[in-house]
């Protein structure tokens, strides 16, 4: 609009005209407004997001596929403990993750990109200022209209204390299995003598006699050859025992295989019947053809913890029995022990496998607690119900391992 246009209207139209601009500028002012409103909230949310992560020690970053240019939240810098804003280029940065964790990385971040999914691990890295740290690293795959991956991108967060925690309950529940497989041999150690002792003086015995008999002149091949079996039994007999204690005593823990549960049932159960009465108490129904992947040190101590169970149970039984069972259902191997004793006291029944549980004067009650430890660090379940023909039932189950790992070690 001119000036000359302006002179030509008359006073009603110059009001009008004049309204018009105020509206106008009403809306331009309430648009300022609103930008000025909207940028308050950006920056309000962008300092609750900063703070948010640097409490949570996160820090969101991309790369961007085409050039390899990386993009990093404050929190990452952080993380790395660089200045903040300095760029960065990948290599870099790649190369103050340690060898396993780079390895691991690259990896899934090329199998990402390729299948265009997400994935997230826990990495280690040296820090610019040489700090060790573990991250959590999150990633997923942005794509384009056509579906071809653009950029990678996820989140980066402080895990070194969790870590730190979680190795020191890992340690603490390591020291408290050795614990209590300490106070199981020492619990049998008497026995242990005693039942050592047979076969040695058997032993002794069998040498005495044929020495004696080879002096008189008077040893027949037949007789020669029936002590020569007794010794050998006897030294077997033995072995056997010191075999498994070596193993129960070891304080380093083993490495986890593919082992037959029925082979360490049957060596568990020797020691944990060891002395007088105990094995004629149970019997087997062994199921065949299973195999775990576990710790068979670990699995041994289970299976002894249970078993003295039920023998302490069944002490007082008149006819006592133990059924020794195991089977396979649902891709799980299963172990059960089945003792017709006295059966769990109801008092016990909600807390029976927490530890310091025990209704056995100078008992610890750690047996349970520790075999639940060793059964869930398996990825099984334990449980324990009393039978209605009178008694308990412990219940135990872990997962098969897969057929095709049967050509790995085994024990079986
Ligand atoms: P402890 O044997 O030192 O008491 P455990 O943790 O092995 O510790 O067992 C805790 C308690 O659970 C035992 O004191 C007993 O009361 C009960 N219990 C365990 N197994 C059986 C069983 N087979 N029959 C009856 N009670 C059992």
């Known amino acids: 609009m001119t000036s000359s246009d302006w002179d030509s209207m008359d006073g009603d139209q110059k009001l009008e005209r ?211 079996s007794a010794i050998e039994e006897c030294a077997f007999g033995a072995g056997d025992i010191i075999r498994s204690l070596r193993q129960m005593t070891s304080e380093n823990p083993t490495e986890r295989r593919v082992i037959d549960p029925n082979v360490v049932i049957r060596e568990a159960a020797t020691l944990a019947t060891v002395g007088a009465g105990g094995v004629s108490r149970l019997r087997y129904d062994l199921g065949a053809d299973l195999l775990i992947w576990a710790d068979p040190i670990q699995i041994q101590q289970l299976v002894i913890n249970l078993i003295r169970n039920a023998l302490d149970a069944t002490a007082a039984t008149p006819e006592p029995s133990i059924l020794v069972a195991t089977g396979r259902e649902n891709g799980m191997i299963w172990l059960r022990i089945d003792d017709n004793g006295a059966g769990i006291a109801p008092e016990l029944s909600e807390t029976l496998f927490d530890p310091f549980v025990t209704s056995r004067p100078g008992g610890m009650g750690v047996g349970l607690s520790v075999s639940r430890t060793i059964v869930e660090a398996h990825g099984g379940r334990i449980c324990a119900r009393n ?22 070690p085994s024990t079986a």
């Not at 960065?88 to 790649?94: G, W």
């Not at 039978?387 to 790995?408: I, K, M, T």
Request: aromatic share 6%; proline share 3%.
């Open 387 to 408: 039978r209605p023909e009178g008694g308990a039932s412990l219940h135990v189950s872990l997962p098969a391992a897969d057929e095709s790992w049967a050509d790995l």
């Open 18 to 228: 004049a309204r018009a601009l105020a509206d106008v500028t009403g809306e331009l002012e309430r648009y300022v407004q609103l930008s000025h409103e909207q940028a308050g909230t950006i920056a309000h949310y962008k300092k609750m997001y900063d703070r948010a992560s640097s409490l949570a020690r996160i820090g969101v970053w991309e790369c961007d596929l085409a050039n390899e240019q990386l993009t990093w939240t404050d929190g990452v810098y952080d993380l790395f403990e660089l200045p903040r804003g300095v760029p960065v280029v990948r290599p870099d940065i790649v190369a103050m993750y340690d060898e396993e964790s780079r390895g691991e990385m690259e990896r899934r971040r090329a199998e990402a990109i390729r299948d265009g999914t997400s994935f997230a691990i826990d990495v280690r890295i040296k820090t610019a200022r040489g700090n060790l740290r573990w991250l959590r690293l999150t990633a997923d795959i942005e794509k384009d209209e056509t579906g071809a991956p653009v950029r990678i991108f996820g989140s980066k967060q402080d895990i070194t204390e969790q870590k730190a925690a979680q190795e020191k309950v890992e340690m603490l529940r390591a020291e408290l299995i050795h614990l209590s497989r300490r106070s199981a041999m020492s619990a049998m150690a008497t026995t242990l003598a005693h039942e050592l002792n047979q076969p040695l003086t058997a032993i002794g015995n069998y040498v005495a006699g044929t020495r004696r008999a080879m002096i008189d002149g008077n040893l027949a091949p037949e007789e020669l050859e029936r002590s020569l």
